[in-house]
Protein backbone atom coordinates (compact mmCIF):
# COMPACT_ATOMS: atom_id res chain seq x y z
CA UNK A 1 0.00 0.00 0.00
CA UNK A 2 2.96 2.58 0.92
CA UNK A 3 4.85 1.42 -1.96
CA UNK A 4 5.17 4.62 -3.08
CA UNK A 5 6.56 5.91 0.49
CA UNK A 6 8.85 2.67 0.33
CA UNK A 7 10.53 3.92 -3.29
CA UNK A 8 11.20 7.23 -2.20
CA UNK A 9 12.51 5.64 1.16
CA UNK A 10 14.83 3.44 -1.13
CA UNK A 11 16.00 6.44 -2.72
CA UNK A 12 16.59 8.35 0.16
CA UNK A 13 18.80 5.13 1.79
CA UNK A 14 20.76 5.47 -1.80
CA UNK A 15 21.57 8.68 -1.58
CA UNK A 16 23.07 8.20 1.94
CA UNK A 17 25.22 5.78 1.28
CA UNK A 18 28.76 6.10 0.39
CA UNK A 19 28.86 6.20 -3.40
CA UNK A 20 31.07 3.15 -4.51
CA UNK A 21 30.20 2.79 -8.08
CA UNK A 22 26.92 1.34 -9.74
CA UNK A 23 26.45 -1.26 -7.78
CA UNK A 24 24.23 -4.12 -10.35
CA UNK A 25 21.85 -4.38 -7.35
CA UNK A 26 21.07 -0.72 -7.00
CA UNK A 27 20.78 -0.72 -10.47
CA UNK A 28 18.35 -3.59 -10.28
CA UNK A 29 16.31 -2.06 -7.62
CA UNK A 30 16.43 1.70 -9.31
CA UNK A 31 14.74 -0.26 -12.31
CA UNK A 32 12.81 -2.26 -10.55
CA UNK A 33 11.35 0.92 -8.43
CA UNK A 34 10.62 2.78 -12.10
CA UNK A 35 8.81 0.17 -13.33
CA UNK A 36 6.82 -1.10 -10.83
CA UNK A 37 5.44 3.19 -10.06
CA UNK A 38 2.97 3.22 -13.06
CA UNK A 39 1.45 0.28 -11.90
CA UNK A 40 1.70 0.82 -8.22
CA UNK A 41 -0.11 4.64 -8.71
CA UNK A 42 -3.13 2.51 -10.58
CA UNK A 43 -3.26 0.26 -7.61
CA UNK A 44 -3.35 3.11 -5.31
CA UNK A 45 -6.05 5.37 -7.40
CA UNK A 46 -8.41 2.25 -8.54
CA UNK A 47 -7.32 -0.38 -5.74
CA UNK A 48 -6.69 1.23 -2.63
CA UNK A 49 -8.18 5.12 -2.65
CA UNK A 50 -11.86 3.52 -3.85
CA UNK A 51 -11.97 1.56 -0.91
CA UNK A 52 -10.40 4.55 1.49
CA UNK A 53 -13.11 6.80 0.49
CA UNK A 54 -16.14 4.29 0.44
CA UNK A 55 -14.78 4.03 4.38
CA UNK A 56 -14.60 7.91 4.71
CA UNK A 57 -17.97 8.11 2.78
CA UNK A 58 -19.74 5.04 5.07
CA UNK A 59 -18.50 6.61 8.27
CA UNK A 60 -19.47 10.18 7.85
CA UNK A 61 -22.80 12.02 7.07
CA UNK A 62 -22.44 15.49 5.01
CA UNK A 63 -18.49 15.53 6.09
CA UNK A 64 -19.39 14.98 9.81
CA UNK A 65 -18.62 11.86 11.44
CA UNK A 66 -21.47 10.05 12.35
CA UNK A 67 -19.80 6.30 13.03
CA UNK A 68 -22.32 3.42 12.18
CA UNK A 69 -25.15 5.30 11.24
CA UNK A 70 -25.29 4.77 7.57
CA UNK A 71 -24.76 1.34 8.21
CA UNK A 72 -27.81 0.66 10.59
CA UNK A 73 -29.43 3.63 8.53
CA UNK A 74 -29.06 0.67 5.20
CA UNK A 75 -29.63 -2.78 7.80
CA UNK A 76 -32.99 -1.38 8.86
CA UNK A 77 -33.93 -0.48 5.39
CA UNK A 78 -36.86 -2.77 4.81
CA UNK A 79 -34.93 -3.89 0.92
CA UNK A 80 -31.96 -4.44 2.99
CA UNK A 81 -32.16 -8.45 4.19
CA UNK A 82 -34.59 -9.49 1.41
CA UNK A 83 -31.55 -8.68 -0.69
CA UNK A 84 -28.97 -10.21 1.59
CA UNK A 85 -31.61 -13.65 1.62
CA UNK A 86 -31.74 -13.46 -2.35
CA UNK A 87 -28.05 -13.20 -2.84
CA UNK A 88 -27.40 -15.72 -0.47
CA UNK A 89 -30.25 -18.36 -1.79
CA UNK A 90 -28.81 -17.75 -5.44
CA UNK A 91 -24.82 -18.57 -4.02
CA UNK A 92 -25.85 -22.09 -2.23
CA UNK A 93 -27.79 -22.45 -5.40
CA UNK A 94 -25.01 -22.00 -7.36
CA UNK A 95 -21.97 -22.99 -5.16
CA UNK A 96 -23.84 -26.60 -5.08
CA UNK A 97 -24.31 -26.28 -9.18
CA UNK A 98 -20.57 -25.79 -9.86
CA UNK A 99 -19.23 -28.14 -7.44
CA UNK A 100 -21.36 -30.84 -8.15
CA UNK A 101 -21.11 -30.48 -11.52
CA UNK A 102 -18.26 -28.92 -12.95
CA UNK A 103 -16.12 -32.09 -10.68
CA UNK A 104 -18.32 -34.24 -12.20
CA UNK A 105 -18.12 -32.60 -15.76
CA UNK A 106 -14.06 -32.68 -15.36
CA UNK A 107 -13.96 -36.01 -14.23
CA UNK A 108 -15.82 -37.35 -17.17
CA UNK A 109 -14.06 -35.16 -19.64
CA UNK A 110 -10.99 -35.99 -18.20
CA UNK A 111 -11.78 -39.91 -18.28
CA UNK A 112 -12.88 -39.84 -22.39
CA UNK A 113 -9.55 -41.36 -23.95
CA UNK A 114 -10.36 -40.18 -27.58
CA UNK A 115 -8.21 -36.82 -28.01
CA UNK A 116 -10.56 -35.11 -30.41
CA UNK A 117 -14.24 -35.55 -28.22
CA UNK A 118 -12.25 -34.64 -25.06
CA UNK A 119 -10.86 -31.63 -26.75
CA UNK A 120 -14.48 -30.86 -28.59
CA UNK A 121 -16.13 -31.32 -25.26
CA UNK A 122 -14.00 -29.00 -23.24
CA UNK A 123 -14.19 -26.25 -26.12
CA UNK A 124 -17.65 -26.55 -25.92
CA UNK A 125 -18.35 -26.07 -22.46
CA UNK A 126 -15.93 -23.08 -22.64
CA UNK A 127 -17.22 -21.12 -25.32
CA UNK A 128 -20.24 -19.44 -23.63
CA UNK A 129 -17.82 -18.05 -21.29
CA UNK A 130 -17.14 -15.34 -24.52
CA UNK A 131 -20.51 -14.09 -23.14
CA UNK A 132 -20.83 -11.92 -20.07
CA UNK A 133 -22.16 -9.27 -18.58
CA UNK A 134 -25.30 -8.22 -20.50
CA UNK A 135 -25.05 -10.05 -23.55
CA UNK A 136 -25.32 -13.54 -21.94
CA UNK A 137 -28.22 -12.41 -20.04
CA UNK A 138 -29.80 -10.75 -22.97
CA UNK A 139 -29.27 -14.25 -24.53
CA UNK A 140 -31.06 -15.86 -21.56
CA UNK A 141 -33.83 -13.90 -21.70
CA UNK A 142 -34.94 -15.35 -25.30
CA UNK A 143 -34.20 -18.64 -23.93
CA UNK A 144 -36.49 -17.85 -21.02
CA UNK A 145 -39.55 -16.95 -23.04
CA UNK A 146 -41.71 -20.01 -23.68
CA UNK A 147 -43.20 -18.12 -27.10
CA UNK A 148 -39.52 -17.89 -29.14
CA UNK A 149 -36.96 -20.33 -26.67
CA UNK A 150 -35.43 -23.19 -28.59
CA UNK A 151 -36.55 -25.49 -25.40
CA UNK A 152 -39.87 -24.11 -25.35
CA UNK A 153 -40.78 -27.59 -25.00
CA UNK A 154 -38.60 -27.97 -21.62
CA UNK A 155 -39.73 -25.22 -20.27
CA UNK A 156 -43.58 -26.04 -20.83
CA UNK A 157 -42.59 -29.62 -18.99
CA UNK A 158 -41.53 -27.55 -16.18
CA UNK A 159 -44.75 -25.55 -16.05
CA UNK A 160 -43.45 -22.36 -17.09
CA UNK A 161 -45.79 -20.59 -19.62
CA UNK A 162 -44.84 -17.61 -20.02
CA UNK A 163 -41.59 -15.40 -19.41
CA UNK A 164 -43.11 -13.58 -16.28
CA UNK A 165 -43.50 -17.43 -15.13
CA UNK A 166 -40.11 -17.76 -15.61
CA UNK A 167 -38.46 -15.68 -13.90
CA UNK A 168 -40.99 -16.05 -10.81
CA UNK A 169 -39.53 -15.32 -7.18
CA UNK A 170 -39.42 -19.24 -6.52
CA UNK A 171 -37.77 -19.53 -9.18
CA UNK A 172 -35.36 -16.95 -9.74
CA UNK A 173 -32.57 -18.12 -7.69
CA UNK A 174 -32.16 -21.37 -9.67
CA UNK A 175 -32.43 -19.32 -12.74
CA UNK A 176 -29.73 -16.36 -12.24
CA UNK A 177 -27.89 -19.46 -11.20
CA UNK A 178 -28.27 -21.40 -14.10
CA UNK A 179 -27.26 -18.19 -16.41
CA UNK A 180 -23.73 -17.53 -14.10
CA UNK A 181 -23.31 -21.96 -14.94
CA UNK A 182 -23.83 -21.62 -18.04
CA UNK A 183 -21.75 -18.35 -18.65
CA UNK A 184 -18.86 -19.44 -15.77
CA UNK A 185 -18.57 -23.08 -15.51
CA UNK A 186 -16.68 -23.87 -18.97
CA UNK A 187 -13.39 -22.08 -17.46
CA UNK A 188 -13.76 -24.15 -14.84
CA UNK A 189 -13.92 -26.92 -15.88
CA UNK A 190 -10.90 -26.60 -17.47
CA UNK A 191 -8.96 -25.66 -14.75
CA UNK A 192 -10.02 -28.72 -13.42
CA UNK A 193 -9.18 -30.78 -16.20
CA UNK A 194 -5.63 -29.13 -15.67
CA UNK A 195 -6.09 -30.07 -12.27
CA UNK A 196 -6.59 -33.52 -12.99
CA UNK A 197 -3.54 -33.78 -15.88
CA UNK A 198 -1.57 -33.03 -13.06
CA UNK A 199 -2.27 -36.01 -10.93
CA UNK A 200 0.45 -38.73 -11.41
CA UNK A 201 0.00 -41.77 -13.87
CA UNK A 202 1.28 -44.04 -10.76
CA UNK A 203 -1.21 -43.69 -8.07
CA UNK A 204 -4.50 -43.98 -10.04
CA UNK A 205 -2.71 -47.48 -11.81
CA UNK A 206 -1.73 -48.03 -8.65
CA UNK A 207 -5.36 -47.88 -7.17
CA UNK A 208 -6.77 -49.59 -10.23
CA UNK A 209 -4.31 -52.32 -9.48
CA UNK A 210 -5.91 -52.67 -5.48
CA UNK A 211 -9.29 -53.56 -7.65
CA UNK A 212 -10.54 -49.48 -7.16
CA UNK A 213 -13.34 -48.85 -9.36
CA UNK A 214 -13.76 -45.56 -11.47
CA UNK A 215 -15.83 -44.36 -8.71
CA UNK A 216 -13.63 -45.00 -6.28
CA UNK A 217 -10.55 -43.55 -7.91
CA UNK A 218 -12.51 -39.96 -8.52
CA UNK A 219 -14.00 -40.35 -4.80
CA UNK A 220 -10.76 -41.57 -3.23
CA UNK A 221 -8.10 -39.73 -4.82
CA UNK A 222 -8.88 -37.57 -7.67
CA UNK A 223 -11.28 -35.44 -5.84
CA UNK A 224 -9.26 -34.72 -2.80
CA UNK A 225 -5.90 -34.18 -4.86
CA UNK A 226 -8.60 -31.27 -6.34
CA UNK A 227 -9.16 -29.98 -3.21
CA UNK A 228 -7.02 -26.46 -3.41
CA UNK A 229 -8.57 -26.15 -7.06
CA UNK A 230 -12.12 -27.01 -5.71
CA UNK A 231 -11.56 -24.33 -3.00
CA UNK A 232 -10.67 -21.92 -5.57
CA UNK A 233 -13.65 -22.02 -7.24
CA UNK A 234 -15.75 -21.91 -4.22
CA UNK A 235 -14.11 -19.20 -2.91
CA UNK A 236 -14.28 -17.05 -6.26
CA UNK A 237 -17.46 -17.76 -7.03
CA UNK A 238 -18.47 -17.02 -3.60
CA UNK A 239 -17.17 -13.70 -3.56
CA UNK A 240 -18.15 -13.05 -7.14
CA UNK A 241 -21.82 -14.35 -6.30
CA UNK A 242 -21.99 -11.58 -3.91
CA UNK A 243 -21.93 -8.90 -6.25
CA UNK A 244 -24.52 -9.75 -8.30
CA UNK A 245 -25.84 -7.27 -10.66
CA UNK A 246 -25.99 -7.09 -14.08
CA UNK A 247 -28.46 -10.20 -14.33
CA UNK A 248 -31.14 -9.23 -11.77
CA UNK A 249 -30.74 -5.49 -13.44
CA UNK A 250 -31.40 -6.73 -16.77
CA UNK A 251 -34.32 -9.41 -15.77
CA UNK A 252 -36.01 -6.51 -13.69
CA UNK A 253 -36.09 -4.11 -16.40
CA UNK A 254 -36.99 -7.27 -19.21
CA UNK A 255 -39.89 -8.80 -16.64
CA UNK A 256 -42.09 -5.49 -15.93
CA UNK A 257 -40.71 -5.15 -12.62
CA UNK A 258 -41.49 -8.91 -11.77
CA UNK A 259 -37.85 -9.51 -10.80
CA UNK A 260 -37.38 -6.02 -8.32
CA UNK A 261 -34.67 -3.05 -8.90
CA UNK A 262 -33.81 -4.20 -5.73
CA UNK A 263 -33.07 -7.59 -5.77
CA UNK A 264 -29.53 -7.44 -5.03
CA UNK A 265 -27.46 -6.17 -2.47
CA UNK A 266 -25.45 -4.03 -5.29
CA UNK A 267 -28.61 -3.04 -6.92
CA UNK A 268 -29.68 -1.65 -3.56
CA UNK A 269 -26.45 0.25 -3.03
CA UNK A 270 -26.57 1.63 -6.69
CA UNK A 271 -30.22 2.60 -5.97
CA UNK A 272 -28.74 4.49 -2.84
CA UNK A 273 -26.18 6.40 -4.83
CA UNK A 274 -28.83 7.27 -7.69
CA UNK A 275 -32.13 7.32 -6.98
CA UNK A 276 -31.48 8.43 -3.50
CA UNK A 277 -28.48 10.52 -3.56
CA UNK A 278 -27.50 8.74 -0.92
CA UNK A 279 -23.67 8.00 -1.13
CA UNK A 280 -23.16 7.55 2.69
CA UNK A 281 -25.90 4.62 2.38
CA UNK A 282 -24.75 3.50 -0.63
CA UNK A 283 -21.25 3.74 0.22
CA UNK A 284 -21.66 1.75 3.55
CA UNK A 285 -23.86 -1.38 1.65
CA UNK A 286 -20.37 -1.53 -0.85
CA UNK A 287 -18.40 -1.38 1.87
CA UNK A 288 -20.07 -4.39 3.76
CA UNK A 289 -19.82 -6.18 0.01
CA UNK A 290 -16.21 -5.50 0.04
CA UNK A 291 -15.42 -5.98 3.22
CA UNK A 292 -16.41 -9.75 2.46
CA UNK A 293 -14.46 -10.03 -0.75
CA UNK A 294 -11.22 -8.74 0.92
CA UNK A 295 -11.63 -11.37 3.81
CA UNK A 296 -12.01 -14.39 1.33
CA UNK A 297 -9.27 -12.92 -0.99
CA UNK A 298 -6.99 -12.40 1.97
CA UNK A 299 -7.56 -15.61 3.31
CA UNK A 300 -7.15 -17.51 0.56
CA UNK A 301 -4.13 -15.94 -0.34
CA UNK A 302 -2.48 -16.72 3.20
CA UNK A 303 -3.89 -20.16 3.24
CA UNK A 304 -5.19 -21.51 0.12
CA UNK A 305 -2.04 -22.81 -0.85
CA UNK A 306 -2.26 -21.87 -4.75
CA UNK A 307 0.36 -18.51 -4.26
CA UNK A 308 3.27 -20.09 -1.89
CA UNK A 309 5.66 -18.21 -4.50
CA UNK A 310 4.28 -14.83 -3.39
CA UNK B 1 -19.20 -40.06 -11.85
CA UNK B 2 -19.40 -43.69 -13.24
CA UNK B 3 -17.43 -43.40 -16.42
CA UNK B 4 -14.12 -45.46 -16.01
CA UNK B 5 -10.89 -43.65 -15.95
CA UNK B 6 -8.23 -42.36 -18.36
CA UNK B 7 -5.96 -45.22 -18.14
CA UNK B 8 -8.40 -47.40 -19.34
CA UNK B 9 -7.87 -45.31 -22.82
CA UNK B 10 -5.05 -48.37 -23.26
CA UNK B 11 -8.48 -50.49 -23.49
CA UNK B 12 -10.34 -51.31 -25.92
CA UNK B 13 -14.00 -51.26 -25.93
CA UNK B 14 -14.84 -54.70 -26.47
CA UNK B 15 -12.54 -55.93 -23.59
CA UNK B 16 -14.66 -53.71 -21.22
CA UNK B 17 -17.54 -55.89 -19.11
CA UNK B 18 -20.52 -55.25 -19.79
CA UNK B 19 -21.05 -53.12 -16.50
CA UNK B 20 -18.14 -50.95 -17.58
CA UNK B 21 -19.53 -50.45 -20.81
CA UNK B 22 -22.53 -49.30 -19.97
CA UNK B 23 -20.73 -46.81 -16.93
CA UNK B 24 -18.93 -45.48 -19.88
CA UNK B 25 -21.46 -44.73 -22.50
CA UNK B 26 -23.79 -43.38 -19.25
CA UNK B 27 -20.53 -41.23 -18.84
CA UNK B 28 -20.32 -40.47 -22.54
CA UNK B 29 -24.33 -39.49 -22.18
CA UNK B 30 -23.86 -36.93 -19.51
CA UNK B 31 -21.30 -35.23 -21.49
CA UNK B 32 -23.18 -34.57 -24.97
CA UNK B 33 -26.33 -33.52 -22.66
CA UNK B 34 -24.29 -31.00 -21.27
CA UNK B 35 -22.57 -30.17 -24.58
CA UNK B 36 -25.99 -29.24 -25.92
CA UNK B 37 -26.92 -27.13 -22.50
CA UNK B 38 -23.35 -24.95 -23.40
CA UNK B 39 -24.11 -24.94 -27.04
CA UNK B 40 -28.08 -24.67 -27.76
CA UNK B 41 -28.60 -20.91 -26.95
CA UNK B 42 -25.35 -20.10 -28.97
CA UNK B 43 -26.95 -21.64 -32.26
CA UNK B 44 -30.65 -20.25 -31.91
CA UNK B 45 -28.55 -16.97 -31.54
CA UNK B 46 -27.08 -17.72 -34.69
CA UNK B 47 -30.54 -18.12 -36.43
CA UNK B 48 -32.61 -16.06 -34.99
CA UNK B 49 -31.20 -13.14 -36.70
CA UNK B 50 -32.65 -14.56 -40.29
CA UNK B 51 -36.09 -14.19 -39.04
CA UNK B 52 -38.92 -12.35 -38.63
CA UNK B 53 -40.53 -11.98 -35.14
CA UNK B 54 -43.40 -14.05 -36.73
CA UNK B 55 -41.35 -16.49 -37.76
CA UNK B 56 -39.28 -16.81 -33.94
CA UNK B 57 -42.80 -17.23 -32.64
CA UNK B 58 -44.58 -19.96 -34.60
CA UNK B 59 -41.44 -21.45 -36.69
CA UNK B 60 -39.71 -24.36 -35.68
CA UNK B 61 -36.52 -22.96 -33.28
CA UNK B 62 -33.98 -24.33 -35.41
CA UNK B 63 -35.16 -23.81 -38.43
CA UNK B 64 -33.49 -21.43 -40.52
CA UNK B 65 -34.93 -18.16 -41.84
CA UNK B 66 -33.36 -16.09 -44.77
CA UNK B 67 -31.25 -14.12 -45.91
CA UNK B 68 -33.87 -11.27 -47.26
CA UNK B 69 -35.33 -10.95 -43.82
CA UNK B 70 -31.40 -10.91 -41.80
CA UNK B 71 -31.18 -8.02 -44.07
CA UNK B 72 -33.84 -6.17 -43.22
CA UNK B 73 -33.08 -6.74 -39.26
CA UNK B 74 -30.02 -5.47 -40.11
CA UNK B 75 -31.55 -2.34 -41.61
CA UNK B 76 -33.77 -2.02 -38.34
CA UNK B 77 -30.93 -2.57 -36.49
CA UNK B 78 -28.51 -0.09 -38.29
CA UNK B 79 -31.36 3.15 -38.01
CA UNK B 80 -32.49 2.69 -34.88
CA UNK B 81 -32.03 6.51 -33.38
CA UNK B 82 -29.94 6.92 -36.15
CA UNK B 83 -26.90 4.38 -36.13
CA UNK B 84 -26.85 4.39 -32.12
CA UNK B 85 -25.83 0.89 -32.44
CA UNK B 86 -22.54 1.56 -34.17
CA UNK B 87 -21.62 4.63 -31.62
CA UNK B 88 -22.01 2.12 -28.89
CA UNK B 89 -19.78 -0.42 -30.69
CA UNK B 90 -16.91 2.58 -31.64
CA UNK B 91 -16.81 3.29 -27.61
CA UNK B 92 -16.39 -0.36 -26.60
CA UNK B 93 -13.41 -0.70 -29.37
CA UNK B 94 -11.95 2.87 -28.04
CA UNK B 95 -12.23 2.17 -24.26
CA UNK B 96 -11.15 -1.01 -24.61
CA UNK B 97 -7.80 -0.50 -26.74
CA UNK B 98 -6.75 2.37 -25.00
CA UNK B 99 -7.03 0.43 -21.74
CA UNK B 100 -5.70 -2.17 -23.39
CA UNK B 101 -2.59 -0.05 -24.75
CA UNK B 102 -2.62 1.40 -21.09
CA UNK B 103 -2.80 -1.90 -19.44
CA UNK B 104 -0.17 -3.66 -21.31
CA UNK B 105 2.43 -0.46 -21.00
CA UNK B 106 2.11 -0.72 -16.80
CA UNK B 107 1.75 -4.55 -16.36
CA UNK B 108 4.31 -5.79 -18.06
CA UNK B 109 7.07 -4.04 -16.68
CA UNK B 110 5.46 -4.33 -13.43
CA UNK B 111 5.59 -8.27 -13.68
CA UNK B 112 9.02 -8.30 -14.62
CA UNK B 113 10.35 -6.01 -12.09
CA UNK B 114 8.70 -8.01 -9.36
CA UNK B 115 9.96 -10.74 -10.67
CA UNK B 116 13.37 -10.37 -11.82
CA UNK B 117 14.79 -7.26 -9.28
CA UNK B 118 14.87 -6.87 -5.94
CA UNK B 119 13.70 -3.22 -3.89
CA UNK B 120 12.16 -2.39 -0.78
CA UNK B 121 8.28 -2.81 -0.83
CA UNK B 122 8.40 -5.72 -3.26
CA UNK B 123 7.25 -8.28 -1.29
CA UNK B 124 4.40 -6.14 -0.08
CA UNK B 125 3.61 -4.92 -4.04
CA UNK B 126 2.82 -8.70 -4.29
CA UNK B 127 0.78 -9.35 -1.62
CA UNK B 128 -1.98 -6.21 -1.98
CA UNK B 129 -1.77 -7.59 -5.91
CA UNK B 130 -2.33 -11.27 -5.52
CA UNK B 131 -5.60 -9.97 -2.56
CA UNK B 132 -6.92 -7.10 -5.10
CA UNK B 133 -6.47 -9.44 -7.91
CA UNK B 134 -8.92 -12.20 -6.57
CA UNK B 135 -11.32 -9.47 -5.21
CA UNK B 136 -14.48 -9.40 -8.26
CA UNK B 137 -13.86 -6.11 -10.04
CA UNK B 138 -17.39 -5.40 -10.08
CA UNK B 139 -16.98 -5.25 -5.27
CA UNK B 140 -14.81 -1.83 -6.73
CA UNK B 141 -17.58 -0.61 -8.95
CA UNK B 142 -19.24 1.45 -7.00
CA UNK B 143 -16.82 2.94 -4.88
CA UNK B 144 -14.59 4.03 -7.68
CA UNK B 145 -17.68 5.53 -9.27
CA UNK B 146 -18.03 7.69 -5.68
CA UNK B 147 -14.15 8.45 -5.89
CA UNK B 148 -14.58 9.30 -9.44
CA UNK B 149 -17.63 11.64 -9.04
CA UNK B 150 -15.69 13.27 -6.25
CA UNK B 151 -13.26 14.31 -8.70
CA UNK B 152 -15.87 15.22 -11.60
CA UNK B 153 -14.44 12.33 -14.09
CA UNK B 154 -18.06 10.64 -14.67
CA UNK B 155 -19.03 11.39 -18.36
CA UNK B 156 -15.16 11.56 -19.09
CA UNK B 157 -14.06 8.08 -21.29
CA UNK B 158 -11.50 8.24 -18.33
CA UNK B 159 -13.94 7.30 -16.66
CA UNK B 160 -13.48 3.66 -17.73
CA UNK B 161 -10.64 3.39 -19.54
CA UNK B 162 -8.68 4.07 -16.35
CA UNK B 163 -9.91 1.89 -14.00
CA UNK B 164 -10.00 -0.92 -17.05
CA UNK B 165 -6.31 0.16 -17.32
CA UNK B 166 -5.87 -1.43 -13.74
CA UNK B 167 -5.64 -4.98 -14.30
CA UNK B 168 -3.57 -6.76 -11.07
CA UNK B 169 -4.43 -10.57 -12.76
CA UNK B 170 -2.05 -8.94 -15.78
CA UNK B 171 0.83 -8.08 -12.73
CA UNK B 172 0.74 -11.17 -11.58
CA UNK B 173 0.77 -13.61 -14.88
CA UNK B 174 3.57 -11.53 -16.31
CA UNK B 175 5.16 -11.97 -12.82
CA UNK B 176 4.83 -16.01 -13.03
CA UNK B 177 5.22 -15.99 -16.45
CA UNK B 178 8.90 -13.74 -15.79
CA UNK B 179 9.86 -15.80 -13.16
CA UNK B 180 9.46 -19.38 -14.54
CA UNK B 181 10.13 -19.30 -18.21
CA UNK B 182 12.86 -16.83 -18.27
CA UNK B 183 16.36 -17.87 -16.47
CA UNK B 184 17.93 -14.59 -14.38
CA UNK B 185 20.92 -16.42 -15.51
CA UNK B 186 20.56 -15.17 -18.68
CA UNK B 187 20.28 -11.81 -17.59
CA UNK B 188 23.13 -11.91 -15.41
CA UNK B 189 25.09 -12.47 -18.42
CA UNK B 190 23.76 -9.73 -20.73
CA UNK B 191 25.02 -7.61 -18.02
CA UNK B 192 28.13 -8.83 -17.73
CA UNK B 193 28.80 -7.81 -21.56
CA UNK B 194 27.23 -4.98 -20.15
CA UNK B 195 24.08 -4.59 -21.01
CA UNK B 196 22.58 -1.92 -19.20
CA UNK B 197 19.42 -2.59 -17.08
CA UNK B 198 16.95 -1.01 -19.97
CA UNK B 199 18.34 -2.71 -22.49
CA UNK B 200 18.67 -5.77 -21.02
CA UNK B 201 14.82 -5.57 -20.21
CA UNK B 202 14.57 -4.23 -23.91
CA UNK B 203 16.58 -6.72 -26.18
CA UNK B 204 16.40 -9.97 -23.38
CA UNK B 205 13.16 -9.80 -21.37
CA UNK B 206 10.63 -8.08 -24.13
CA UNK B 207 11.39 -10.47 -26.95
CA UNK B 208 10.78 -13.50 -24.77
CA UNK B 209 7.67 -12.35 -23.28
CA UNK B 210 5.41 -11.91 -26.96
CA UNK B 211 2.99 -15.31 -24.93
CA UNK B 212 2.44 -13.59 -22.07
CA UNK B 213 1.58 -10.41 -23.42
CA UNK B 214 -0.80 -12.23 -25.93
CA UNK B 215 -2.45 -13.73 -22.95
CA UNK B 216 -2.55 -10.75 -20.81
CA UNK B 217 -3.94 -8.77 -23.74
CA UNK B 218 -6.51 -11.62 -24.34
CA UNK B 219 -8.26 -11.18 -20.81
CA UNK B 220 -7.97 -6.92 -20.41
CA UNK B 221 -9.64 -6.96 -23.50
CA UNK B 222 -12.15 -9.56 -23.41
CA UNK B 223 -12.87 -8.90 -19.49
CA UNK B 224 -13.46 -5.00 -20.12
CA UNK B 225 -15.42 -5.92 -23.43
CA UNK B 226 -17.82 -7.66 -21.27
CA UNK B 227 -17.85 -5.13 -18.43
CA UNK B 228 -21.46 -4.04 -18.05
CA UNK B 229 -21.65 -2.18 -14.58
CA UNK B 230 -18.92 0.06 -14.34
CA UNK B 231 -19.53 1.97 -17.35
CA UNK B 232 -22.77 1.60 -16.68
CA UNK B 233 -22.30 4.07 -13.97
CA UNK B 234 -19.78 5.73 -15.15
CA UNK B 235 -20.86 6.51 -18.66
CA UNK B 236 -24.74 6.90 -19.63
CA UNK B 237 -26.15 8.18 -22.94
CA UNK B 238 -24.39 7.92 -26.44
CA UNK B 239 -21.25 7.37 -24.85
CA UNK B 240 -21.99 4.26 -23.33
CA UNK B 241 -20.28 1.00 -24.96
CA UNK B 242 -22.07 -2.03 -26.70
CA UNK B 243 -23.08 -4.18 -22.82
CA UNK B 244 -24.78 -1.33 -21.58
CA UNK B 245 -26.42 -0.12 -25.06
CA UNK B 246 -27.43 -3.70 -25.40
CA UNK B 247 -29.90 -3.35 -22.39
CA UNK B 248 -30.29 0.48 -23.04
CA UNK B 249 -31.86 -1.40 -26.68
CA UNK B 250 -33.78 -3.86 -24.56
CA UNK B 251 -36.40 -1.18 -23.16
CA UNK B 252 -37.38 -0.07 -26.77
CA UNK B 253 -38.20 -3.77 -27.55
CA UNK B 254 -42.26 -3.96 -27.28
CA UNK B 255 -42.07 -7.52 -26.43
CA UNK B 256 -40.69 -6.85 -23.27
CA UNK B 257 -42.34 -3.69 -22.47
CA UNK B 258 -46.01 -3.42 -23.58
CA UNK B 259 -46.78 0.15 -21.76
CA UNK B 260 -43.61 1.74 -23.91
CA UNK B 261 -44.17 4.83 -25.68
CA UNK B 262 -41.35 5.09 -27.84
CA UNK B 263 -41.80 5.70 -31.27
CA UNK B 264 -38.87 3.88 -32.58
CA UNK B 265 -38.96 0.01 -31.55
CA UNK B 266 -36.58 -3.13 -31.89
CA UNK B 267 -37.76 -6.21 -32.80
CA UNK B 268 -37.19 -9.38 -30.84
CA UNK B 269 -34.92 -10.47 -34.03
CA UNK B 270 -33.27 -6.91 -34.35
CA UNK B 271 -32.22 -7.81 -30.33
CA UNK B 272 -31.01 -10.78 -31.15
CA UNK B 273 -29.02 -9.34 -34.07
CA UNK B 274 -27.35 -6.83 -31.79
CA UNK B 275 -26.84 -9.24 -29.25
CA UNK B 276 -25.11 -11.55 -31.91
CA UNK B 277 -22.79 -7.85 -32.69
CA UNK B 278 -21.77 -7.06 -28.83
CA UNK B 279 -20.23 -10.88 -28.40
CA UNK B 280 -19.24 -11.10 -31.87
CA UNK B 281 -15.53 -9.73 -31.35
CA UNK B 282 -14.59 -11.45 -28.10
CA UNK B 283 -16.17 -14.71 -30.01
CA UNK B 284 -14.14 -14.64 -32.04
CA UNK B 285 -11.19 -14.08 -29.53
CA UNK B 286 -12.09 -17.26 -28.09
CA UNK B 287 -12.36 -19.29 -31.25
CA UNK B 288 -8.95 -18.16 -32.69
CA UNK B 289 -6.81 -18.24 -28.97
CA UNK B 290 -8.46 -20.60 -27.06
CA UNK B 291 -5.24 -22.60 -26.37
CA UNK B 292 -3.91 -19.13 -25.07
CA UNK B 293 -6.48 -18.38 -22.95
CA UNK B 294 -6.73 -21.79 -21.67
CA UNK B 295 -3.27 -22.27 -20.68
CA UNK B 296 -3.64 -18.64 -19.19
CA UNK B 297 -6.22 -19.65 -16.54
CA UNK B 298 -4.13 -22.73 -15.80
CA UNK B 299 -1.45 -20.82 -15.30
CA UNK B 300 -2.91 -18.43 -12.98
CA UNK B 301 -2.19 -20.12 -9.67
CA UNK B 302 0.17 -22.98 -10.88
CA UNK B 303 3.52 -23.12 -9.07
CA UNK B 304 5.28 -26.34 -10.54
Not at chain 1, 32 to 48: M, Q
Not at chain 1, 55 to 83: C, E, M, Q, S
Not at chain 1, 176 to 205: P, R
Not at chain 2, 214 to 220: E, H, I
Request: net charge positive; charged share 10%.
Amino acid sequence: MSTIDNSAATAAVALERPKKGMSVERAQGRIGVLFATPYTLFLIAFGILPALYAIYLAFTKKGAFVGFDNFLKVFKDYRFWPAVEHVGIFIIVWLVLLVVLVVTLAILVHSIGLRWFSGTMRFVYYIPGALAGASSVMLWLFVLDPTVSPVSWLLQALGIESFVGAVDASRLPVVLAVIAFWTGAGGWIVIMYGALNNISKDVIEAARVDGAGPVRIAWSIQIPLMRKWIAYMVIMSFAGGTQLFVEPRVLAQASRGVVGQDYSLNQLAFLYAFKQNDFNGSAAISLVLLAVAVALSIYFVFKGGLFERA
Amino acid sequence: MSAPNSEIVGTRMRDLTPGAWLGRAFGVLILIVFALFFVVPLLWLLIAPTKTDRQLLLEAPFALGDIGTLLSNWQSLMTFQGGLIWTWIGNSVFYCVAALVITLCISIPAGYALAMTEFRGRKLLLVVTLIVMLIPSTALVLPIFLELSAVRLIGNPLSAILPFSFYPFGVYLTYIYFSTAVSRDLLSAARLDGASEWQVFMKIAMPLSTPVIALVGFFSFTGNWNNYFLPYVTLPGRKAPIQVGLAELLSNVPAFNPTNAASTTITLSALALATLLAIAPVLLVFLFAQRYLVSGMTAGGTKE
